[in-house]
């Protein structure tokens, strides 16, 4: 079977750091995307991890470790925009494979 | 660059009853996807074209849902009839073409209630 883990809640404070877990159980494995979804929202593009080590983009970074089937999403100095539903996906060259979702509450 | 258009944005419709819903991808974009994501949880692939083939529809619960991709642009799913258990947001992306390194662009969604 195919299966993603991620905590399902986050909160943290404004201009603090948060990281967001993603681990996998899948087969035909190509990388590790990240999606944000604001409520109401399309999801967006955020990430993507095909190989080992740390992808950073401006205030986002990912990382993956195929080896432990594991990744995270760090979200640095947050803002109240960051808000928003988190979701790690496993590409399958193309395919996508969603997990369930980390909400992210960020408070003044 | 205009992105992933979809229509209608909501829809309330009756069990057993049928519903069609329609995308206009990225222009130019090769690949298109719909997914089903239901309320707190992640989107799940129903169907990828790749221009009007299809290339996974293992997810499409074929006795009731249906999706055509006429001249490898616009498309439209169908839902005939439907459920309670369909409630949930229908998600059209579209990625310039298949493989990992694409990321893929999402248009607005449809909402869906089942009533």
């Known amino acids: 079977g195919q299966s993603l883990e991620q905590p399902s809640e986050v909160t943290a404070v404004e201009g603090a750091i948060v990281q967001i877990n993603c681990t996998y159980q899948?087969?035909?494995?190509?990388?590790l995307s990240w999606y944000q979804q604001h409520d109401g929202g399309a999801p967006t593009f955020l990430s993507y991890n095909a190989l080992d080590g740390l992808e950073e983009t401006g205030r986002f970074s990912s990382f993956l470790s195929r080896s432990d089937s594991y990744g995270y999403l760090l979200l640095q100095e947050l803002q109240m925009k960051d808000s928003a539903s988190y979701f790690c996906?496993?590409?399958?060259?193309?395919?996508?494979?969603f997990g369930q979702g980390t909400e992210l509450s960020v408070k003044p | 660059e205009a992105g992933v258009a979809q229509s209608p944005r909501y829809k309330i419709i009756e069990k057993r009853q049928s519903v069609a819903f329609w995308c206009n991808p990225i222009s130019g974009h090769a690949t298109l996807y719909w997914y089903q994501q239901i309320l707190g949880q992640g989107p799940k692939l129903l169907i990828q074209f790749q221009n009007n083939g299809v290339v996974d529809d293992s997810q499409l619960p074929k006795d009731r849902f249906s999706a055509e991709r006429l001249k490898g642009v616009d498309s439209t799913l169908k839902i005939q009839p439907a459920k309670l258990e369909d409630s949930a947001v229908y998600l059209c992306?579209?990625?310039?073409?298949?493989?990992?390194?694409?990321?893929?662009?999402f248009g607005p969604g449809t909402r869906l209630t089942v009533t």
């Open positions: 899948t087969s035909g494995f190509y990388g």
């Open positions: 996906a496993v590409n399958q060259g193309g395919k996508l494979i």
């Open positions: 992306a579209s990625s310039p073409r298949t493989g990992s390194r694409y990321e893929q662009y």
